[in-house]
Structure formats: C-alpha cells, structure tokens
C-alpha cells in the first residue's frame, strides 16, 4: 500500500539552528513529492516540490529539499531556522497513474515544529 | 490573482443535519480537490474534479458524502445526517493540470465543521 511516513511529531530547534525534518515514503514508481506548512489558522503553502531532474530542490523562505531514490526518503532543510517559520509541515506524495491528468495527495501526518529563542 | 476561496469559514451544526461547503478554484484551474484534515492529522483526499466530472471519489468515506461541479468552477462538498465524527476541517484545492500531472494543488484557508 502507499504511505507516507513523517517519523518526527514534534521537533524543537533553537532560533537559528539548522533543521531537517525527515519524511519518507512508499510509492510503486518515482512520486511526485511536496512539502506543505501550514500556520495556526491558515491554509497549506506549498514550499517546495519535486516531479523530476535534479534532485535538490530549492523552495521558498530559503528551504530545500533532497529526493533520494535508494531511502524513499524526501527531507527537508533549512541551515538557520527564524522564529516565524514555527508551524505544521506536511509531507505529500502524488502520482500520476498515466494519461489521466490531476491526482490525490496522500500527506504524512505531519511534524510540529517548535522554534525557541 | 485571487486564490481558492471557501466559505464558510465555520460551520457549526447538530447531529443528524445536512451541510453545505463551498469552494471557488482559483481563475481558470481545471481542476479542483476536496480534503478533509481531522485534528492532528494531514489532510486526507476526498473526491477530484476534472472539469464538471468526478475523475475520482475513491476518498468519499460513504454515502453520505456527495459533491457536485456542475459549472466546472465552484463546486459544493454536501454531507447528509452529519455525525460528531465528521467535525474536521474542510480544505479544498484547485490546479491546472497537464497530461503527465506536474501540476501544483493550491489550498484554500479550509472550512472548520463543528458537529455538536
């Protein structure tokens, strides 16, 4: 079955502390991969993506992210974390199933995360 | 340009009561997705749209759960006899899809239900 597995519920960094949080995944073929956050009371912004090509992917607000094929793994890392980026960050997988276009996102559970001064 | 709007923000409502949500895509996106995210919890998929017809429902927990697109634009997410278990929040999402996916679901700010 396909799943997605963020390991980390909560993850407490100090203000300007590097950070990754981890997220790996179970998919038949290469998935499409996104990271999502998500603010007490707002809606899901995406940060970043993967769909193909190199596999580092540079996002928003100075985050990355690395696709690794061998570990089914898609972390997420930021080298200074700012107190304003506290928040839920989300894991998503998606794959397309061929001539059909559009699909579900299957998303982790989430990780919290904590920034303290 | 705008983004996904929802409405309403809140909805609070008794057990056993028929709710309506509503989602407006982003301008021109094809396609558009209903999520539901219980507390502490990632969103889970509901239903997708492609266009006025449902290209996937597999995600609808029963039949009590129905949406409808019948424009290709705004689209309405409809629960019959509402129970205390269907209290979570309501996002929904729209893209412009292209053959071969690649495409980005955009999120509205959700619609928090509230099953008393």
């Known amino acids: 079955a396909q799943s997605v597995t963020q390991p980390d519920i909560h993850i407490t960094v100090s203000e300007g502390a590097s950070l990754e949080l981890r997220c790996n995944y179970s998919?038949?073929?290469?998935?499409?991969l996104f990271w999502y956050v998500q603010s007490p009371g707002q809606g899901l912004q995406l940060l970043l993506k993967?769909?193909?090509?190199?596999?580092l992917v540079q996002g928003i607000k100075g985050f990355e992210a690395e696709f690794k094929r061998s570990q089914s793994s898609f972390n997420l890392r930021k080298p200074s974390v700012h107190w304003s980026d506290a928040a839920e960050y989300f894991c998503?997988?998606?794959?397309?199933?061929?001539?059909?276009?559009?699909?579900?996102?299957?998303f982790g559970k989430g990780t919290s995360l904590l920034v303290t001064p | 340009g705008a983004g996904v709007s929802q409405t309403p923000s809140n909805k609070v409502t008794e057990k056993g009561k028929y709710v309506e949500l509503r989602c407006d895509p982003i301008s021109g996106h094809t396609a558009l997705y209903w999520y539901r995210q219980s507390l502490g919890q990632g969103p889970e998929f509901l239903i997708y749209f492609q266009g006025t017809g449902a290209a996937d429902d597999s995600g609808l927990p029963n039949d009590r759960f129905f949406a409808v697109r019948p424009e290709g634009s705004v689209s309405t997410l409809k629960i019959q006899r509402t129970e205390r278990g269907d209290s979570a929040v309501y996002l929904c999402?729209?893209?412009?899809?292209?053959?071969?996916?690649?495409?980005?679901?955009?999120f509205g700010p959700g619609t928090r239900l509230t099953v008393l």
């Open positions: 998503a997988v998606g794959a397309n199933a061929g001539p059909a276009i559009g699909y579900a996102l299957n």
């Open positions: 999402a729209s893209s412009s899809p292209r053959l071969g996916g690649r495409d980005t679901q955009y």
């Open positions: 993967y769909f193909s090509g190199d596999t």
């Open positions: 998919y038949g073929a290469t998935p499409y």
